[in-house]
T-cell receptor, first 112, second 116 residues
Framework: EAQVTQNPRYLITVTGKKLTVTCSQN?????MSWYRQDPGLGLRQIYY???????DKGDVPEGYKVSRKEKRNFPLILESPSPNQTSLYFC???????????FGDGTRLSIL | DQQVKQNSPSLSVQEGRISILNCDYT??????FLWYKKYPAEGPTFLIS?????DKNEDGRFTVFLNKSAKHLSLHIVPSQPGDSAVYFC???????????????FGQGTTLQVKP
């Protein structure tokens, strides 16, 4: 089954404690992306990757890092989380950049 | 600056009737538009899309209309079913632009409730 898998699904943590949200896709897609969803703002892109070792900033990259060492994996790293990063996060992948993206089921992060 | 706007946060319709969800955009570089459906505790799932070279695209009960001069698109669901109750997001991208980063710009979402 074609899917994008995110882990964890839920996480409550404290300010400053580094965390990583993993994302893996099994569709051999080159394009991957991270979004955050906040009330009244829709989904906003954090970072994207066009292929292995090729990553770039989206609209709201501050406080986040990513890496793309393998085609299937695209982890999101919060080096020093802060309460304003409390949000619902989605990883997505697509065959064509700008085309229909497949989304994971989301990770709800709460930073206290 | 919200480049893609869904001005109706919610919509309620009766089962069997038509649901019309609206979306406006401001960037004339957008040339590809998509609708996603999202159920609680799940990620958005792709529903239907339309290229700017067309003004209508149909897939079963779902039809998307694009009015480029008005920078407006709409999603029609006919007939509406209770299982269609979800949050609907429209999104846009600039596929043929030389600066295409693959980014989808999303609207805020509209919550559709279909009553039995």
């Amino acid at each position: 089954e074609a899917q994008v898998t995110q882990n964890p699904r839920y996480l409550i943590t404290v300010t400053g404690k580094k965390l990583t949200v993993t994302c893996s896709q099994n569709m051999n897609h080159e394009y991957m992306s991270w979004y955050r969803q906040d009330p009244g703002l829709g989904l906003r892109q954090i970072y994207y990757s066009m292929n292995v070792e090729v990553t770039d900033k989206g609209d709201v990259p501050e406080g986040y890092k990513v890496s793309r060492k393998e085609k299937r994996n695209f982890p999101l790293i919060l080096e020093s989380p802060s309460p304003n990063q409390t949000s619902l996060y989605f990883c997505a992948s697509s065959f064509v950049k700008g085309g229909p993206q497949h989304f994971g089921d989301g990770t709800r992060l709460s930073i206290l | 600056d919200q480049q893609v706007k869904q001005n109706s946060p919610s919509l309620s319709v009766q089962e069997g009737r038509i649901s019309i969800l609206n979306c406006d955009y401001t960037n004339s570089m957008f040339d590809y538009f998509l609708w996603y459906k999202k159920y609680p505790a799940e990620g958005p799932t792709f529903l239907i899309s339309i290229s700017s070279i067309k003004d209508k695209n149909e897939d079963g009960r779902f039809t998307v209309f694009l009015n480029k001069s008005a920078k407006h698109l709409s999603l029609h669901i006919v007939p509406s079913q209770p299982g269609d109750s979800a949050v609907y997001f429209c999104a846009a991208s600039a596929l043929v632009s030389s600066s295409n980063t693959g980014k989808l710009i999303f609207g805020q979402g509209t919550t559709l409730q279909v009553k039995p």
